[in-house]
């Protein structure tokens, strides 16, 4: 039997597994940090000076919640909120017990994301549905959010590259996943060929997850 062929028979369970358990993490987190990172992201465009909905306090606390979220970088924020997870999951370990960490880290990275992406609307456009009387729960829907389609999808790949990122971190506290299987194995045990099949498969996952964003925000900007 060649290497090739004792490697796959030994490693492509364990691979599987572990790619699976990425898919699981990145997959459930992205939604939830989907379903708070767009309002939140439209509540401070919407809550600015100037817009429709302008409110200084509510503006200033969500920037600063957001901004303070940003700073801590992932691997101490896993390690700050563990009681706060076990009280929400039951557990801080598995893939279970990484995803409120994960959301909490991706959630607010998405919301400065959909800020940017919706400040890129003209004013001009939002001013113009405005004096027609359109109400602002309309504007968001059939103005600020369909003209940024392009660029939300673009931010919405990049928080998932960095989310899979995250994941990867994640794997060297028990979370599983790809991290966690070329740290145990490809770190601490020296498999090197683990190590470079683990890079391998993340390189893979990345590049296409890019390539799909970038296509589809291509495409929407045609329409």
């Keep these: 039997m060649s290497r090739s062929e004792q490697f796959i028979e030994q490693w492509l369970p364990i691979i599987g597994k572990s790619v699976i358990e990425t898919f699981q993490m990145v997959g459930i987190s992205l939604f939830f940090s989907v379903l708070i990172g767009i309002p939140l992201g439209i509540l401070i465009v919407l809550t600015r000076p100037g817009q429709a909905l302008q409110n200084k306090i509510l503006y200033q606390i969500s920037n600063l919640i957001i901004n303070i979220v940003r700073s801590v970088p992932f691997i101490i924020l896993l390690f700050f909120i563990l009681p706060f997870t076990k009280i929400i999951v039951g557990t801080t370990i598995g893939v279970k017990g990484v995803i409120v960490p994960l959301v909490?880290?991706?959630?607010?990275?998405?919301?400065?994301?959909?800020?940017?992406?919706?400040?890129?609307?003209?004013?001009?456009?939002?001013?113009?549905?405005?004096?027609?009387?359109?109400?602002?729960?309309?504007?968001?829907?059939?103005?600020?959010?369909?003209?940024?389609?392009?660029?939300?999808?673009?931010?919405?790949?990049?928080?998932?590259?960095?989310?899979?990122?995250?994941?990867?971190?994640?794997?060297?506290?028990?979370?599983?996943?790809?991290?966690?299987?070329?740290?145990?194995?490809?770190?601490?045990?020296?498999?090197?060929?683990?190590?470079?099949?683990?890079?391998?498969?993340?390189?893979?996952?990345?590049?296409?997850?890019?390539?799909?964003?970038?296509?589809l925000a291509a495409r929407l900007k045609k329409d």
């Design 104 to 215: 909490i880290y991706t959630a607010p990275y998405i919301a400065r994301l959909m800020e940017s992406a919706l400040l890129e609307v003209e004013n001009g456009v939002i001013e113009a549905y405005t004096a027609m009387g359109i109400k602002t729960r309309s504007i968001i829907w059939h103005v600020l959010l369909r003209e940024a389609r392009p660029s939300i999808i673009l931010g919405l790949t990049i928080s998932t590259v960095s989310l899979i990122g995250a994941t990867a971190m994640a794997g060297m506290v028990g979370a599983g996943g790809l991290g966690d299987l070329a740290y145990r194995f490809g770190h601490l045990r020296y498999e090197v060929d683990v190590m470079y099949a683990t890079v391998f498969i993340l390189i893979i996952l990345v590049q296409s997850i890019q390539s799909i964003g970038n296509r």
